[in-house]
C-alpha cells in the first residue's frame, strides 16, 4: 500500500489498544506481536523505519561471543535462540554465516576454541554448526589474514547475516498483515494525560496535519536512543535512561576481502570488537564504540574512528586499504541503557531494560536487534498489563515474516524480497523499461523503485536508496548519482514528498 493512502486511520477517532512510538526493530516488533495477539495496534515513526540505528548495525543475528566472554550466559542462551528463529521466520532476509576468530597463542585458541564450543552447546537444536579449530593453513585458506603476525590457527564458528533496515520494512508489512496501522512520517510531539496517566499522543504527520490527537489504553516509547525525550515529555524531572555510544562501519570493495566467511577479532589492541563481514557483494568493516553526547538522527563519524577501522583492517590482513578506497561510512547510536557510576559505555548493559512509569509510559530500549522479538514481547506483556487488555498470548515464535519463502536461492539479486519477487517481476514483464538497471555496477533495477513506493511504503529518495535498496549503504557515490532517477520515478508515481535535496545534503555524510 502507498503510505499516503493510511493517512485516514490517523483521522479516525478510535481509542487504539496500544500506540507504540518509534519504528526500528523493537517498534516494530511491538507492533508485529500486538497485533498478532489481537490488539489493536497503532505505530508511529517520525522518519523512515529503520531510520535510526536499526539501518546501521553490524549486519549479525547472534547470540553475542564477547557476552559470554563476559559470562553472561543467560543473555547468550536466549541471544542464540532468538537467532534460530529470525533465521526460521525470514530465510529470504537472513543467511548462515561463518566466521573465523584468527588466533595468534597456544593460549588464545584453548581459550576461544573452548567459548565457542560452549555457544555452539548453548544454541541446542537451534545451532548453525558446528565449531572447528584450525590450524594455520586451514586459517589463511578461509580468510586473507597476514602471515606476519605469527598466526597459531583459527576458530571458525557459524552465527546468522541479514539485511537490517528490509527486516524492518518486512516486519511493518507483517503488523500490518495482522492488522496494525503502521506509518512512517509522523512525530509523537506530546503525550495525552488524563487524571496522570497516558491515555494517547499527541503527533504531527509530515505528509499533512499537525497536533493530531490520538488516544490508546497503553503508549509504548520505543524510540531507541531518543527514548529521553519522550520521558522528559511524561516526567521532566525524569533522569537520563540512555548513555549513547556511536559504532562505524566502513564498507569496502569485496576485492580487499575476496573470503566467504567473515573475520572476528574478539580482542583489538584497545580491547574492542572488529569484523569483517561479507554483505551484498560488499565487505563491512566495523565496528568503533565512542562515546557521544549529542543524539543525531544522522550521526557522523569521527575521523579517528575511520582511522581505527583502517588500521586495524590493515594490521591483520593482507591487503592493505586507504581512506579513498571506502565506498561508504556509516554510523550508529547504541542506546546503552546508564549504571549510574559507570563512565564507561562498553560495560553498560546491553540487555533491553523495560521500565513503565507512574503515568503508565511503558519504555523499552537497549539490547539488539536479534532479541528484538522478545523484546517486543515483555514490552506488550507490560502494556497489555497496563493498558487493562484482556491478556493473550504472544504467538510470533513462529510467525512467518512478510516474505518468508521455502525456496530462495540466494544467486538471484532478487532473492532479497523472497515472495514478493514475483510481484517484481510481474512489474517489469508489463513495462519493460523497469528491467533497466539504476547503475551499472549494481543490480538495482527501476521496477524496485516502484515496488518500494507502491507497496513498501517508501516516500523520499532516502527511503528508497538507504533502506529498500541499501546503495547508500554499499555505495554513497553510487547513490548520490542515480538520486535524480528515483526522485523522477517517485514523482511520476505521484509521490509528493521526495526530498532529493536533502538526500544528496545527507548522502555526502556517508562519503569518507
Ligand atoms: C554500530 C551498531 C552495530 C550494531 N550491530 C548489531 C548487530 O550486528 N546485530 C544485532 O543484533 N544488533 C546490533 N546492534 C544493535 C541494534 O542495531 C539495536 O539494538 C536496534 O537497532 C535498536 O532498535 P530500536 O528500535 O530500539 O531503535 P532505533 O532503530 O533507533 O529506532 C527508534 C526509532 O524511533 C524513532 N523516533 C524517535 N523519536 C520519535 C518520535 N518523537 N516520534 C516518532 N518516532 C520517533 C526514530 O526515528 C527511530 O526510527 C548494533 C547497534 C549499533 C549502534
Given at each position: 500500500m502507498k503510505r499516503w493512502e493510511i493517512d485516514e486511520a490517523l483521522r479516525e477517532d478510535k481509542i487504539w489498544d496500544i500506540i507504540v512510538i518509534g519504528g526500528g526493530a523493537t517498534g516494530l516488533g511491538i507492533a508485529v506481536d500486538g497485533a498478532s495477539r489481537g490488539y489493536s495496534v497503532l505505530l508511529l515513526e517520525e522518519f523512515d523505519f529503520a531510520k535510526g540505528t536499526?539501518?546501521?548495525?553490524?549486519?549479525?543475528?547472534?547470540?553475542?561471543?564477547?557476552?559470554?566472554a563476559q559470562g553472561n550466559i543467560k543473555l547468550v542462551r536466549e541471544a542464540l535462540r532468538e537467532r534460530g528463529l529470525m533465521l526460521q521466520n525470514a530465510p529470504h532476509l537472513t543467511r548462515r554465516q561463518e566466521f573465523v576468530v584468527p588466533v595468534y597463542s597456544k593460549w588464545d585458541k584453548f581459550f576461544y576454541g573452548t567459548g565457542l564450543k560452549i555457544y555452539d552447546v548453548l544454541a541446542g537444536s537451534l545451532g548453525l554448526g558446528k565449531t572447528q579449530i584450525l590450524n594455520t593453513q586451514e586459517t589463511l585458506d578461509r580468510i586473507?589474514?597476514?602471515?606476519?603476525?605469527?598466526?597459531?590457527?583459527?576458530?571458525?564458528?557459524?552465527?546468522?547475516?541479514?539485511?537490517?533496515?528490509?527486516?524492518?520494512?518486512?516486519?511493518?508489512?507483517?503488523?500490518?498483515?495482522?492488522?496494525?496501522?503502521v506509518v512512517n512520517y509522523v512525530r509523537v510531539v506530546n503525550l495525552l494525560k488524563k487524571n496522570g496517566k497516558v491515555c494517547g499522543v499527541v503527533a504531527n504527520d509530515k505528509y499533512g496535519g499537525t497536533g493530531i490527537e490520538l488516544r490508546a489504553k497503553a503508549v509504548i516509547n520505543a524510540t531507541g536512543v531518543f527514548v529521553d525525550k519522550i520521558l522528559k515529555l511524561d516526567?521532566?524531572?525524569?533522569?537520563?535512561?540512555?548513555?549513547?555510544?556511536?559504532?562505524?562501519?566502513i564498507v569496502l570493495d569485496k576485492?580487499?576481502?575476496?573470503?566467504?566467511?567473515?573475520?572476528?577479532?574478539?580482542?583489538?589492541?584497545?580491547?574492542?570488537?572488529?569484523?569483517?563481514?561479507?554483505?551484498?557483494?560488499?565487505?563491512?568493516?566495523?565496528?568503533?564504540d565512542t562515546p557521544v553526547s549529542e543524539i543525531l538522527s544522522e550521526p557522523l563519524p569521527y575521523r579517528e574512528e575511520i582511522s581505527f577501522i583502517i588500521y586495524h583492517f590493515n594490521k591483520y590482513l593482507t591487503a592493505q586499504v586507504?581512506?579513498?578506497?571506502?565506498?561508504?561510512?556509516?554510523?550508529?547510536?547504541?542506546?546503552?541503557?546508564?549504571?549510574?557510576?559507570?563512565?564507561?559505555?562498553?560495560?553498560?548493559?546491553?540487555?533491553?531494560?523495560?521500565?513503565?512509569?507512574?503515568?503508565?509510559?511503558?519504555?523499552?530500549?537497549?539490547?539488539?536487534?536479534?532479541?528484538?522479538?522478545k523484546m517486543a514481547k515483555d514490552a506488550v506483556d507490560n502494556a497489555a498489563f497496563v493498558g487493562k487488555l484482556p491478556v493473550m498470548p504472544c504467538v510470533t515464535d513462529h510467525l512467518k515474516i512478510h516474505g518468508w519463502t521455502d525456496a530462495v536461492d540466494n544467486n538471484d539479486p532478487l532473492h532479497i524480497y523472497g515472495s514478493d519477487v514475483a510481484g517484481i517481476r510481474s512489474l517489469m514483464a508489463e513495462d519493460p523499461s523497469l528491467t533497466e538497471l539504476l547503475h551499472p555496477d549494481f543490480h538495482f533495477t527501476k521496477a524496485e523503485v516502484v515496488w518500494a513506493c507502491r507497496h513498501e511504503m517508501a516516500m523520499t529518495v532516502e527511503d528508497v536508496l538507504a533502506r529498500r535498496l541499501r546503495l547508500l549503504f554499499l555505495d554513497a557515490r553510487a547513490a548520490i548519482e542515480v538520486a535524480p532517477v528515483v526522485a523522477e520515478i517517485l514523482a511520476n508515481?505521484?509521490?509528493?514528498?521526495?526530498?532529493?535535496?536533502?538526500?544528496?545534503?545527507t548522502a555526502k555524510g556517508y562519503l569518507p
Open positions: 536499526s539501518s546501521r548495525s553490524t549486519k549479525l543475528v547472534h547470540g553475542g561471543v564477547r557476552y559470554l586473507p589474514v597476514s602471515e606476519k603476525m605469527n598466526l597459531s590457527g583459527g576458530i571458525a564458528y557459524f552465527d546468522g547475516q541479514f539485511d537490517d533496515a528490509r527486516f524492518a520494512v518486512n516486519l511493518a508489512q507483517t503488523a500490518m498483515e495482522r492488522g496494525a496501522c516526567d521532566p524531572s525524569t533522569p537520563a535512561m540512555v548513555a549513547p555510544s556511536q559504532g562505524v562501519h576485492k580487499f576481502y575476496p573470503s566467504e566467511a567473515a573475520l572476528m577479532i574478539p580482542k583489538t589492541a584497545d580491547k574492542r570488537v572488529l569484523f569483517a563481514v561479507p554483505w551484498h557483494n560488499r565487505v563491512v568493516v566495523g565496528t568503533t586507504r581512506e579513498s578506497d571506502i565506498k561508504t561510512v556509516f554510523t550508529g547510536l547504541r542506546p546503552l541503557v546508564r549504571s549510574s557510576n559507570s563512565g564507561n559505555t562498553s560495560i553498560l548493559s546491553r540487555d533491553h531494560t523495560i521500565v513503565v512509569a507512574t503515568s503508565g509510559l511503558v519504555t523499552i530500549t537497549g539490547g539488539k536487534w536479534t532479541t528484538y522479538r508515481e505521484g509521490n509528493k514528498l521526495i526530498c532529493l535535496d536533502e538526500f544528496l545534503k
